[in-house]
């Protein structure tokens, strides 16, 4: 694995003062688990690069326990060797620290300056969403390019890789660059070759001073980089931002569910809702439709048959459940896997990526954001992405006395934020729909008693 860092700031040598490296000389580093070279292959007083080799020794990982492996024969066969990770950040870490750490005994004046930077990482490998490189490194200023890398040239319609060459350029401060990297590389890749304990908060927290609290993916990067020890990632945000809420990710979402699935069963509340936001999707004469908080896919298998649906994009947060709808997908007819696409992306931040829709769909998410986190939903949905028809289901908490084992006051679900009565929930809608243009209407879903009304309820949104 390479990553180089290169400057045009003149005299561009001195980028060896910034990184304590002397350009004339190779540079090597025993890591233990393999071996780092450092060396300039340009160095000028126009443009100097500065490059770090990683050759990791795969027998030394399974001696070590270090490989990543979930079995004997994955502890040999991965990509452990090969694609840039936390191993990569290690060898920054322990290689070029100083540099890290923003010292220069000769240059200080220029570690503390903004230069011209441009760094490349090949292979990089990106669980997820390939469009999570840019939606890290582009809120911190850098334009990002990105090379995707086919699974076998000769055979282009085997599609592509989870493998992109990265090359992100900027005007920052060297130790800024190279934080960033350290921090992102192994969240990129969703995880690390070692234990995560108490001390990598401590690093989190040092080395996203100054950017990581404003950073709109806060909540994953967080999450990832503590590899979601929730206690970890709770501590983690309660320092960062003590006034906002924990992670989206904090929880295993099929454990979590167990309980409120429990309670719906008797009434197949949660097919019936599926079903009928489906009918409403397809009454609305929709043909581009996003399923916002996807899941694992459930109404997305529905809408995917319809053949007046031409294009759905699933919105997910969880890496863990994009890729339990990925594999759901992955044997779908080529005619309707053309339709889909999965992203990754949080629903409190605008994304360009959900303008123009024809309908879009949040089923069963809007309680599980804190109440003084729902206005920012709102501008990102309604203000931004502006799809035609917006539906919004809920629990009605009203009906919740009528479930069996279900205490009083308590929700249905251990994520759920706020669960609203019927006249909450319509109080909301209206509100929303009369500051963003739209029109709104109220339905229940399940079967409705005289006084405590359906289980759920639905808000058909249009504009």
């Not at 502890?75 to 322990?94: E, T």
């Not at 990129?188 to 950017?211: M, P, Q």
């Amino acid at each position: 694995m390479l990553l180089s860092v290169a400057t045009t700031h003149r005299p561009a040598t001195d980028l060896g003062f910034l990184l304590h490296k002397n350009p004339a000389r190779v540079h090597e580093l025993d890591l233990g688990f393999g071996q780092a070279v450092m060396f300039y292959p340009e160095a000028s007083a126009e443009r100097c690069e500065f490059a770090l080799t990683l050759d990791i020794d795969p027998v030394a990982l399974v001696r070590g326990r270090q490989g990543g492996g979930d079995g004997p024969l994955d502890q040999y066969v991965n990509d452990r060797p090969y694609a840039a990770s936390s191993f990569l950040s290690v060898a920054l870490a322990r290689g070029i620290r100083e540099a890290l750490a923003g010292r220069s005994r000769e240059r200080q004046d220029l570690a503390d300056t903004a230069i011209p930077l441009v760094a490349r990482v090949a292979p990089l490998p990106v669980r997820g969403a390939s469009e999570l490189v840019e939606r890290l490194f582009g809120p911190l200023g850098y334009a990002v390019e990105i090379t995707p890398h086919p699974l076998d040239p000769a055979r282009p319609d085997w599609g592509t890789a989870p493998y992109v060459s990265l090359r992100l350029s900027g005007i920052a401060r060297l130790a800024d660059l190279l934080t960033h990297l350290y921090v992102l590389m192994p969240v990129l890749d969703d995880r690390k070759h070692y234990f995560v304990g108490d001390d990598e908060l401590e690093k989190l927290l040092a080395r996203g001073e100054g950017w990581l609290a404003a950073h709109p993916e806060r909540d994953l990067i967080v999450a990832r980089f503590l590899k979601r020890r929730g206690f970890l990632v709770r501590s983690a945000l309660a320092r960062l931002v003590p006034d906002e809420a924990e992670p989206e990710e904090r929880l295993d979402p099929a454990r979590a569910e167990a309980a409120e699935t429990a309670l719906e069963r008797p009434q197949r509340l949660h097919e019936r809702r599926l079903d009928r936001v489906a009918a409403l999707i397809a009454k609305a004469g929709a043909g581009r439709v996003l399923d916002l908080g996807c899941g694992d896919g459930k109404l997305v298998a529905r809408l995917i048959r319809d053949p007046a649906v031409t294009e759905i994009v699933g919105v997910e947060v969880s890496s863990q459940e994009l890729a339990r709808a990925d594999a759901r997908f992955s044997d779908l007819p080529e005619l309707q896997k053309r339709k889909l696409k999965l992203l990754q992306g949080s629903l409190i931040y605008r994304d360009t990526r959900l303008r123009g829709f024809d309908a879009a769909a949040l089923v069963e998410v809007i309680e599980h954001f804190e109440p003084d986190r729902l206005p920012h939903l709102e501008r990102a949905l309604f203000g931004d992405a502006r799809p035609r028809t917006l539906i919004v289901t809920t629990p009605n908490r009203d009906h919740n006395e009528l479930f069996e084992g279900l205490p009083a006051g308590a929700f249905r679900h251990p994520d759920h934020r706020f669960e609203w009565s019927r006249r909450e929930f319509e109080v909301w809608g209206r509100r929303v729909a009369a500051e963003h243009g739209y029109a709104v209407r109220f339905e229940g879903v399940g079967d409705a008693h005289s006084v405590h009304g359906a289980p759920g309820q639905i808000a058909v949104f249009t504009r």
